[in-house]
């Protein structure tokens, strides 16, 4: 998913009606997900020992400053832990496609793989935050992972479109999210991303879209690679139960 970065002009409008819409009823949800809903996120130290076994003592270091970053913070208001985790993520990793860092299509990357091939693309990016922000405390209704249409340029004068993920962060289930973005440092409210049009987002977490959708065959399989960076993480010892 190589696209370029592309910051929203300063004069963006907020969104419309529609599109506003559009960000609070795209969520999935699948049932069989709910059993792994995480309470709170552990990160155990074997974590980093792990990632020295694997990938060497750079991606351990990585982990080590990850539970410190988690731990100051997990006393800290929302907004403070969003910016931290954004910083820290999009700081440390650099922007790779599946093809250069896994040689296949589309890897969904669990935290530890991330840290240790210190690249990814955009889902590895949003799920790391994602657990992250569980780990740290936040409610997992509070939440989603978002699949978006990107609009970048295209030349001609005509956008185009590549998909793209973020994470959404929902103060309340109706309020517009902030949008937390690999290729947008600033945190920013949907609004003021109209480059971004949300397709589905999901967590772990219940109905709680007022216009919950049903998946595509697309939206299920990636929902299916959803599952298996779930179960990857447990392998890993990151335990989300």
Request: hydrophobic share 40%; with cysteine; charged share 20%.
């Given at each position: 998913m190589a696209i370029q970065a592309h910051r929203p002009s300063a004069r963006s409008l907020p969104c419309s009606?529609?599109?506003?819409?559009?960000?609070?009823?795209?969520?999935?949800v699948i049932s069989c997900l709910c059993a792994a809903g995480p309470a709170n996120a552990h990160v155990p130290d074997p974590m980093a020992r792990l990632a020295s076994k694997q990938y060497g003592e750079t991606a351990a270091a990585t982990v080590r400053a990850w539970?410190?970053?988690i731990e100051e913070t997990r006393a800290q208001p929302d907004h403070i832990k969003l910016q931290r985790t954004n910083d820290f993520i999009n700081g440390r990793i650099r922007f790779e496609s599946d093809l250069a860092v896994w040689q296949e299509a589309d890897h969904w990357a669990t935290p530890l793989e991330l840290f240790g091939k210190q690249a990814g693309d955009c889902e590895d990016f949003a799920i790391t935050k994602y657990v992250t922000l569980r780990a740290q405390g936040i409610p997992a209704e509070k939440l989603r992972l978002v699949y978006v249409r990107a609009r970048i340029g295209a030349?001609?004068?005509?956008p185009g479109q590549a998909h793209h993920m973020v994470l959404g962060y929902y103060e309340t289930p109706a309020a517009e999210p902030l949008i937390l973005d690999n290729l947008v440092g600033e945190i920013l409210p949907a609004g003021r991303r109209p480059d971004l049009f949300p397709i589905f987002s999901f967590n772990?977490?219940?109905?709680?879209?007022?216009?919950?959708?049903q998946p595509s065959a697309d939206a299920t399989a990636r929902l299916s690679r959803w599952r298996g960076v779930l179960a990857r993480m447990r392998g890993e010892g990151l335990d989300l139960s």
């Open positions: 009606l529609t599109l506003r819409a559009a960000w609070l009823s795209c969520l999935v539970r410190a970053m030349g001609n004068g005509n772990h977490e219940g109905p709680r879209a007022r216009e919950a959708t």
